[in-house]
């Protein structure tokens, strides 16, 4: 049994990270602020004996009494819509956040694994994306605020790792989905399902060729425990290379829902990745782990969730 802090644990992926590691028998430490965090991500953990909730904002000092294995920092705003209308705190918790993170796992000789993103390559010339690409990254466009604070958190994770002797975990996370994603998260996935499920025109932005690969979220969460267990320090990417194009997963998600939506065209948005595809060399080789879930059965997983939650059945 561990004791596990994860910042941003009542988001999307932090609160199924709780999940996973309640059920293995762990203690879990989940921090959040709500800034893009959900309570009712969390609403069942409540009660349970190995699970405490602290309410807290990780750009301020982090203090935990006891024991403490491993650090997972999740913490950040994870959606164009939201760290574009979030951008000093997006890059705030992604600099000030990942400091008092790296801090509070040296001071308590904690394993720390932060949670980065297949955003550090920009719009990528390199295709599919492997980990020793560096990446390409408009600093001070309206994304880079995302960006550049998760690269910046690379660089001090490593910091930490090569000056203090951190023992340190990257992983890259790429396109993820699941039930517990905000349906006004702006993110593609959602969006679309929503636009479904309401008979709404789904809005593909460009002409549709950009490219994306989704995994889901069970499998993220397997890739990244194996990942914390591992003793491997370098990034990771972590995603389904099951790559497809906007406009054909736009017509998926209207045969999936049975919809009568039609599919319509907004302007690109700047910096807008033109290709998105995971090399998981790296993952299969050092952590032998590959997605097992189908996006089409993760969708039909998912599409449960969404029609729960807009109350259409």
């Not at 969390?42 to 004996?49: C, D, K, Q, V, Y």
């Not at 080789?285 to 449960?304: C, H, N, V």
Request: glycine share 8%; with cysteine.
């Amino acid at each position: 049994m561990s004791t596990i802090l994860i910042t941003g644990g009542a988001g999307f992926i932090g609160s199924h990270l709780c999940d996973r590691f309640i059920v293995e028998g762990d203690d879990v430490i989940c921090m959040d602020n709500f800034v893009t965090g959900n309570p009712d991500n969390i609403a069942h953990l409540i009660g349970n004996p190995r699970f405490k909730f602290i309410k807290h904002d990780v750009t301020d000092f982090i203090y935990v009494e006891g024991k403490i294995d491993a650090v997972l920092h999740f913490a950040s705003p994870a959606s164009p819509i939201d760290y574009l209308k979030l951008p000093i705190q997006t890059l705030k918790v992604g600099s000030l956040g990942t400091h008092k993170a790296l801090g509070f796992a040296m001071a308590k000789g904690a394993r720390f694994l932060l949670a980065s993103t297949s955003e550090v390559y920009g719009d990528p010339l390199m295709h599919p994306q492997k980990e020793e690409y560096w990446g390409n990254v408009n600093p001070i466009g309206v994304r880079g605020v995302y960006d550049e604070a998760k690269r910046f958190g690379e660089a001090m994770t490593m910091a930490y790792h090569r000056y203090h002797g951190l023992d340190v975990r990257i992983a890259r996370i790429f396109n993820t989905f699941g039930p517990r994603m905000r349906l006004d998260d702006g993110r593609v996935l959602p969006a679309f399902m929503k636009q479904a499920i309401l008979g709404e025109d789904l809005f593909a932005f460009g002409d549709g060729t950009q490219t994306r690969s989704f995994c889901y979220v069970d499998d993220l969460v397997e890739g990244i425990v194996l990942l914390l267990r591992s003793d491997y320090t370098e990034p990771v990417n972590i995603g389904n290379p099951d790559e497809i194009t906007i406009l054909k997963f736009a017509e998926e998600i209207i045969e999936l829902t049975k919809s009568e939506s039609k599919i319509s065209f907004r302007p690109l948005p700047e910096d807008d990745p033109k290709v998105r595809q995971p090399d998981i060399s790296r993952a299969k080789e050092i952590l032998k782990w590959e997605p097992e879930i189908s996006r089409q059965a993760g969708l039909r997983k998912t599409l449960d969730y969404f029609r729960t939650k807009l109350a259409v059945h």
